[in-house]
């Protein structure tokens, strides 16, 4: 089977965006402040719930929320529905 282009371009994409994820749940857990920065665009938006604004924004509100946590932080993935294509058959 040969995948075309637009298939081999969708793949690529979703890698980027797992590997940008799996990037900014590590920052996230250590509160890397300038690696988590760099998993966002700089015109990004984010909703976290009790925070909605500009990406950046939110890496700043999480890092400073550290000294309030009584807690230790770790984020888990998992998948709850496949991802969907429209190349999927």
């Not at 075309?4 to 250590?30: C, F, G, P, S």
């Not at 402040?33 to 984010?46: I, Q, V």
């Not at 509100?61 to 230790?72: H, I, N, T």
Request: one cysteine or more; aromatic letters at 12%.
């Amino acid at each position: 089977m040969r995948l075309t282009d637009a298939q081999l371009m969708e793949l690529w994409d979703k890698q980027a965006l797992h590997d940008n994820i799996m990037l900014y749940v590590r920052a996230a857990d250590r509160h890397d402040r300038e690696l988590m920065r760099t998993t966002y665009w700089e015109d990004s938006w984010d909703d976290h719930g009790s925070y909605v604004g500009p990406g950046q924004g939110w890496v700043d509100a999480a890092v400073s929320w550290r000294d309030k946590l009584s807690y230790s932080c770790s984020h888990h993935l998992s998948r709850s529905r496949p991802i969907s294509s429209r190349f999927s058959s």
